[in-house]
């Protein structure tokens, strides 16, 4: 049977870096081994050997895609990831610069020189330049800035102005423009002058003498129609567009929505100045979900799996400060409760069930909640039925699995009220934890705040407590 594609790619993927680790370990070993060698041409033997085991790594890394050096350089320590580093050619600095993440980025371009560096950027486009820029010392920026030519430098400092999350400071200003009125045989024959298509173009962008948007030709369109046609007789007169003050999360949707491999950009007068393409949407979605997924556990994006540990300990101490704090409020709620847990000991065993099974229903609802406000599903006419629907499934699951665990406690026990308790306890916990996964990412939204970073936190301090006392307040009412 053939292998997945992606299975065999990210097989490949292990594979090369186990090689890269492979040649690297050789090379220490070998070079180990010399420095052990009492020889008068010690120093000679030693520089001869590590030059072959270096020579070796080398080839391999410049047969490699800059994508999956990149790959490689994320899942070495900082030190291995230094020493590939070097053996990389100047030229490739650049492309490898766009592919791995922040975190890794930064740490290269500590290790690279003025020179070397304005070096690496003579081979991107300036969409690219304006991607590396903000990662940049400020005395690098400005000698970049001025190694480039004039269309370069206003070109870089037009991306620049707009907002990271705009497409403005994503779009690419290599695309192909044609005129309505020349015949298909005039666009072919400018398409071969050109010698090649950029990335990611499949339609050309049809313009006025003033710039203005027109309509766009289909490449394949282009390839089957008649070379005597005109481009207005075959162009496609409503495209989808955006402007450069769009954001990017709104053009990823169209992306999705419309099946679109590109798109041209305009600014404010209707002009086409770019395009975004799917390989800049794909970087954007890709970025957006590693930065979710960080930041659900109190981690920034720029988090180095192989940092320091005093910098990665650091980066992590506001997120355990807060959930210290509400770990000690819930303790504090069971405090208030000491003399009802020592009468009856079984609280203690029982109560963890309702507020892990809290969390967990107030993390499903946070989840449909955060996608429904990224989505824009969610507004002030579906609000209500929304709140009515997950009250519901939640007073559905409390009764459900709540008489699952009263049934489960009355075993155990043999007490009918602590078996009521169980049940009742279950059933508000979970109604209040899908209130709290309805509004705690709603109010963060509204304040301005990525739902994403503080839901999880302050939901679990909701239900432990509420689960905890309404417990544990129920147990002190009906069975002291």
């Known amino acids: 049977m053939v292998p997945d594609p992606p299975i065999q790619h990210q097989r490949n993927l292990q594979e090369t870096l186990r090689q890269v680790i492979v040649l690297l370990n050789k090379q220490q070993l070998v070079s180990n081994l010399v420095k052990k060698q009492d020889s008068p041409r010690h120093e000679l033997v030693q520089t001869l050997v590590a030059k072959q085991q270096l020579a070796e790594l080398q080839q391999k890394l410049q047969s490699l895609h800059p994508a999956d050096i990149a790959y490689v350089l994320e899942q070495l320590p900082l030190t291995e990831r230094i020493m590939v580093w070097d053996l990389i050619s100047v030229k490739r600095y650049g492309a ?27 081979h991107l486009d300036s969409d690219e330049i304006a991607d590396l820029m903000p990662d940049l010392p400020s005395d690098m920026v400005r000698a970049v800035m001025k190694s480039l030519d004039q269309q370069d430098r206003v070109q870089v400092q037009s ?79 409503e495209p989808v567009f955006f402007y450069t003050h769009d954001l990017i999360a709104e053009a990823a949707r169209a ?11 305009l600014n404010l007068h209707n002009q086409v100045v770019g395009k975004i393409g ?135 026990y043999q007490n009918t009220i602590l078996s009521l308790v ?20 709603f109010t963060l939204q509204k304040m301005g705040r990525d739902p994403v970073m503080g839901s999880s936190v302050i939901l679990t301090f909701m239900t432990d407590s509420m689960g905890f006392f309404i417990f544990l307040g129920l147990a002190s009412v009906f069975l002291l």
Not at 97 to 115: G, M, P, Q
Not at 201 to 228: I, M, Q, Y
Not at 255 to 265: G, K, M, N, Q, T
Request: charged letters at 20%; glycine letters at 6%.
């Open 422 to 441: 169980m049940i009742s306890a279950m059933m508000l916990n979970l109604m209040i934890a899908a209130l709290g996964g309805m509004f705690i990412p």
């Open 278 to 412: 799917i390989d800049a949407v794909m970087d954007f979605v890709e970025e957006r979900a590693s930065r979710e997924r960080l930041g659900q556990v109190g981690l920034s994006e720029d988090e180095d799996l192989f940092a320091p540990i005093w910098r990665s300990a650091r980066n992590r101490w506001l997120w355990l400060a807060i959930n210290l704090m509400t770990a000690f409020c819930a303790s504090r709620v069971i405090g208030m409760f000491e003399a009802t847990i020592v009468q009856l000991v079984a609280l203690a065993t029982l109560m963890p069930i309702v507020a892990s099974v809290g969390g967990n229903t107030g993390n499903q609802t946070a989840a449909l909640m955060i996608r429904g406000l990224a989505l824009k599903q969610i507004n002030g006419s579906n609000l209500r039925y929304l709140v009515f629907k997950e009250l519901s499934i939640a007073l559905m699951n409390g009764a459900l699995w709540g008489s699952v665990m009263g049934l489960f406690a009355l075993m155990l």
């Open 96 to 122: 490898i610069l766009l592919e791995v993440s922040d975190a890794v980025r930064t740490s290269l371009i500590a290790d690279l020189e003025h020179k070397e560096l304005i070096h690496a950027v003579e």
């Open 255 to 265: 992306f999705e929505r419309y099946d679109l491999i590109s798109a041209p950009v």
């Open 159 to 237: 991306v620049m102005t707009f907002p990271e999350d705009t497409v403005g400071a994503l779009m690419d200003f290599d695309m192909v423009t044609v005129r309505e009125d020349v015949a298909l045989d005039v666009v072919l024959r400018y398409l071969r002058r050109l010698g090649e298509i950029p990335n990611d173009v499949d339609k050309l962008f049809v313009v006025d003498r003033r710039g203005l948007l027109k309509g766009t030709l289909a490449l394949n369109t282009l390839l089957v129609s008649s070379p005597e046609a005109e481009v207005v007789e075959i162009m496609h007169t």
